[in-house]
């Protein structure tokens, strides 16, 4: 492989050698990424059409078997292409207009024990967050109200804590539960790691999900966060689905992790005995003071709308039946980006001017875009609507053509071979054959849309 080139004002330096400023490697790195991406575009444009032996009607019956390999393909499609896919996908379990609006509150920032390499409220971190106690009840019953008068039908409380253990607040966390599910909301929490026990209160208490996010792969998983595992997330969330609570588990994309910890973040959610209710998806929004936020400020580097959507996306295709979250990062994307967004299977929104502490459209702001792209939200305590895709009608948007078509690149040679930039676009489609649409039509016939 060719040693990595570093330019500053036009001349060239070895990246290795120690005369090289830090910003001239960093300017070599983000060259490179470019490289990767037009190797990948010119690859799918000029190479010939290969069929791929599997129909969208097939993807969109939900699995648990999912190999990496396979999600990885699946991943690495054509991003148009992918995005019709999904959409396909979509259609044929929920209805695409409707879209479920939750409020997410902070009701205990800062001080948390936990070394989030992402986050400011970690006592571990020099950010502007500082802590404070946990909001009175009367506060958090206040914001529940206006989330509602807003349109939101879930309320979500976030809590900065490494676990409940034997905190006495966990007593007010149950008060407001009940509270806010009176109301005819439904409610989300998010407290961390809870037992067995505490997760069956918060469920007697009216508790309809619970989040507590994976975060990304379990490989890349040490490199943001070394006080907690990953099998404590998995046991969290297996409490949480024994106490017969909704799960929202998902992840934050643009932590410097590869394509294949994304892939790895899916493949885990995909291959769970019961796929999660919600996934939620989040951009990292880079705070200064955090590790991993200075290291992305440095570099210039933010998550691009295109990587979004192709989350959202291969989320959609690997789990079909789930609610799929467009959380954090959204203020970065403009209207247009979002709606691609929407079309790729987003179908859940944060609404409100603050994520726990990341900025967020104003509710005047959704509702603008949601008259736009004919949106409308999704009623609480009620089951999704319909696909209004039916019999005929499901067959027409899942037969466009009788199998996905990808591209095949020509083979890689010179700088590119040396280089591996056309590495991911060098695997094929090759995914088991799935049942045919009108076997994908007779199974679905007298069902229902899915629950969110």
Known sequence: MLPAKAFFFGTPFSAGASTVHPLTYVESQQRREMRVRLARAYATAT????????????????????????????YEMPLLELVFTAASVHRSYWHPSEVQKSTLMSIKTGGCTENCGYCSQSQHNDTFVKPTPMAKVDEILAAARRAK???STRFCMGSAWREVGNKHAF?????????????????CTTLGMLTAEQAK???????????????????????????????????????????????????IIGMGEQDADRVGLLHVLATMDEHPESVPINALVPVPGTPLGDALIKAGKQTTWDEMVRMIAAARIVLPRTAVRLSAGRKEYPVAAQAL????????IFTGDQLLTTANPAFDEDAAM???????????????????????????????????????????????????????VQRLLRIKNGP????????KSGGGGACG
């Open 341 to 348: 967004m929407f079309m790729a299977g987003a179908n859940s």
């Open 149 to 151: 008068e807003a349109g």
């Open 171 to 187: 007593k007010r966390v149950l008060e407001v539960v009940k509270e806010i599910d009176g109301m005819g909301m439904e409610v």
């Open 47 to 74: 190479a010939a059409p290969v069929p791929s032996p599997f129909t969208r009607a097939s993807l969109a019956i939900p699995r648990h078997d999912w190999t990496r390999a396979e999600i990885q393909q699946v």
């Open 436 to 443: 045919g649409v009108e076997d994908f039509v007779a199974q």
């Open 370 to 424: 949601f008259a736009v792209l004919g949106l409308e939200g999704k009623p609480p305590h009620k089951p999704a609507r319909s696909s209004p895709y039916v019999g005929e009608d499901l067959i027409q948007i899942n037969r466009p053509a009788p199998m996905i078509t990808v591209h095949s690149p020509p083979a890689a040679s010179g700088a590119a071979e040396n280089d591996k930039t056309l590495a991911k």
């Open 201 to 251: 209160q918060l469920k007697e208490a009216g508790l309809t999900a619970y989040n507590h996010n994976l975060d990304t792969s379990p490989e890349y998983y040490p490199k943001v966060v070394t006080t907690r595992t990953y099998d404590e997330r998995l046991q969290t969330l297996a409490n949480v689905r024994a106490a017969g609570i909704s799960v929202c588990c998902g992840g």
